[in-house]
């Protein structure tokens, strides 16, 4: 058994969309396939995925550092010690041949979107969907449907609060019951207006969480978690640089309710120092790290393995997503839940038509792997990638 070609094209997002930081409009993911010399059907058994949602494609890395390392590599050692599939953590080894420790952005990427499809040519090989497969290799009692909440609540240009409390209302109609608004990229005055419309609509804070992606510097962080703190929110996301953790902590000693960061975390030794530095506060606090830009799931499960030895608990990781593949990660290792993005971030956004989402909840269907290609939006584009 090997892997016989990998292959990679760049798909746009169609979003266009802001935060308080980026517009997404011009935002690309990079789209793999690992093709394997195993037949079923006429057709090579393939794997399948991307790195993740907000990004860029990983072209040049992909194809010049890390497939033609993976082809020269002697493909027994790619092999599982039980002859049946391929090892992810191998494959991750390959392609960061001769990689300097640190540098973790773009190449963390890169690596996640070949790492992950393994996972998907794994799964195929034993004809079960990805959870499956994850939670087996990990020894880990899956999860059988994922908690979600609704991302959104982004800037409008005209009649932001009406459109605001409709675009929640439109959530709370597909199903959702918790929900995510953008936060910084107005005046803190008219951002607080903005909540108060959303709460109209969600009813308790518990039900809303708030993003600032980044943007706030040390005070005016503090000055939002005061103007918010009799709100109650479900948490307050990323108010800061991800690596400044004196944000972090500042704000654990002067905001009382949940705090949440992550997402721009790329390695475990970046988790570690989030740990040490930025005073997360057990079975209060929220980690958001992405194995769709980290690797892929061999060191996203090392920071589960990190957050769980340091006191903290498993369900306190919502992994930034929006899609089939943290669809699948969260259920098999069965961490606290991941977002949607209902109707935004197309092709690779969203989940497949047959999954069933009501009552705060999403759960897959049978498909084997990621089940990606029963995105009908996504499966031309795959089409493209293996014909």
């Known amino acids: 058994m090997k892997i016989t070609s990998v292959r990679e094209i760049s798909v746009p997002l169609h979003a266009n969309i802001a935060n308080s930081v980026v517009n997404f409009s011009a935002h690309t993911v990079s789209l793999v396939a690992v093709v394997s010399d195993v037949v079923r059907d006429g057709k090579p058994v393939t794997g399948v995925a991307f790195d993740s949602i907000g990004r860029f494609a990983q072209t040049g890395i992909l194809k010049d550092r890390f497939i033609p390392r993976l082809h020269e590599t002697d493909p027994d050692e790619l092999i599982s010690e039980n002859g049946r599939h391929f090892d992810a953590s191998k494959v991750l080894e390959a392609i960061l041949r001769n990689e300097k420790p640190g540098g973790h952005g773009d190449r963390a990427h890169a690596a996640a979107a070949l790492e992950l499809a393994i996972w998907d040519l794994n799964a195929k090989l034993e004809q079960v969907p990805a959870w499956r497969c994850i939670a087996d290799h990990f020894g880990v009692d899956p999860r059988m449907e994922m908690p979600v909440y609704a991302a959104g609540g982004y800037y409008y240009p005209t009649d932001s609060l009406n459109r605001l409390a409709d675009e929640m209302r439109h959530y709370i109609d597909l199903g959702y019951t918790r929900f995510k608004m953008k936060i910084g990229g107005a005046s803190l005055q008219e951002d607080m207006k903005r909540i108060e419309a959303a709460l109209s609509v969600v009813g308790e804070g518990a039900y809303l969480a708030v993003d600032a992606n980044g943007r706030f510097d040390r005070e005016t962080a503090l000055q939002y978690g005061r103007a918010m703190k009799n709100f109650g929110l479900r948490w307050y996301e990323e108010p800061g640089d991800p690596l400044d953790y004196d944000i972090m902590a500042s704000l654990a000693e002067d905001y009382p309710h949940a705090l949440a960061t992550g997402e721009n975390l790329f390695s475990t030794q970046d988790v570690r120092n989030l740990i040490r530095y930025g005073a997360m506060r057990r079975d209060q606090d929220y980690f958001q790290m992405d194995?769709?830009?980290?690797?892929?799931?061999?060191?996203?499960?090392?920071?589960?393995?990190?957050?769980?030895?340091?006191?903290?608990?498993?369900?306190?990781?919502?992994?930034?997503?929006?899609?089939?593949?943290?669809?699948?990660?969260?259920?098999?290792?069965?961490?606290?839940?991941?977002?949607?993005?209902?109707?935004?971030?197309?092709?690779?956004g969203g989940y497949t038509p047959g999954c069933r989402v009501g009552d705060g909840t999403v759960s897959p269907t049978d498909a084997v792997g990621f089940g990606l290609e029963e995105k009908p939006d996504l499966k031309p584009h795959i089409d493209e990638l293996i014909q």
């Open 291 to 348: 194995p769709g830009l980290s690797y892929g799931l061999t060191d996203f499960a090392r920071m589960v393995d990190l957050m769980e030895t340091s006191g903290y608990s498993r369900r306190q990781l919502q992994p930034h997503g929006g899609h089939m593949i943290a669809l699948h990660v969260v259920m098999g290792l069965n961490v606290g839940g991941s977002e949607a993005y209902p109707g935004v971030f197309a092709p690779v």
